[in-house]
């Protein structure tokens, strides 16, 4: 009995082992099919942002030239920017919450052991994930910086809507946030053009697996 008993568990470890590397493999498959996604969903939404912070100033001159005392943050055109870009920032803090997760399953499946793990394309998607997720902190910072000062600029516009050289000091002042902000964008951007090309290696390394 006893003979017969060391063959079978030889291949319950055998059959688990390779259960294990199939799971590694759709994992691996799926996640790194997720980080490519959910970049391109990023990349779309700071898109979108930048799109309508640099139609505001234009955009703003033009509703104040028609009509000064209208309430410019609630309604009409400049309203309409808000909403927009602020539909935007939502989905790109959706995304990064669906990046950290992938990240945090990579790490999971970095940690296990399995001789055909592609451990250097994992390593290089993980530690790129890292500094995406940097980044992006540092442009939620000057997002909400920027928020802040749009909401002073409205607050200038309402207290007295006859101050044109005071609205245009505001102005400008919000126009010196909103290119600290562009200047953050375009690094983030640079780095998720490096978390989609690991993403994309770590797919393909992951369908050599066996």
């Known amino acids: 009995m006893k003979k017969l008993w060391l063959p079978l568990l030889g291949l319950m470890v055998f059959l688990s082992a390779c259960a294990t590397g199939f799971d590694q493999k759709a994992q691996l498959k799926q996640t790194s099919s997720t980080i490519v996604t959910q970049v391109a969903k990023q990349n779309a939404a700071i898109a979108t942002i930048q799109n309508q912070i640099g139609a505001f100033p234009s955009t703003f001159e033009t509703a104040y030239a028609d009509h000064p005392n209208a309430d410019f943050q609630n309604a009409g055109k400049i309203h309409t920017l808000i909403q927009k870009r602020e539909a935007a920032y939502k989905q790109l803090e959706r995304a990064q919450s669906q990046l950290e997760s992938a990240s945090?399953?990579?790490?999971?499946?970095?940690?296990?052991?399995?001789?055909?793990?592609?451990?250097?394309?994992?390593?290089?998607?993980?530690?790129?994930?890292?500094?995406?997720?940097?980044?992006?902190?540092?442009?939620?910072?000057?997002?909400?910086?920027?928020?802040?000062?749009?909401?002073?600029?409205?607050?200038?516009?309402?207290?007295?809507?006859?101050?044109?050289?005071?609205?245009?000091?505001?102005?400008?002042?919000?126009?010196?946030?909103?290119?600290?902000?562009?200047?953050?964008?375009?690094i983030v951007e640079a780095n998720l053009q490096s978390v989609t090309a690991d993403a994309q290696s770590l797919h393909a390394a992951a369908l050599k697996m066996k």
């Open 104 to 186: 945090n399953q990579l790490v999971k499946i970095n940690s296990q052991a399995n001789a055909t793990l592609p451990k250097s394309e994992l390593k290089k998607t993980i530690a790129t994930l890292k500094l995406s997720k940097l980044d992006h902190k540092t442009f939620d910072a000057y997002y909400k910086e920027l928020t802040d000062a749009e909401q002073d600029f409205f607050d200038t516009v309402a207290a007295d809507p006859s101050d044109k050289a005071g609205i245009e000091d505001a102005l400008s002042q919000l126009n010196q946030y909103d290119s600290s902000l562009g200047q953050q964008a375009d």
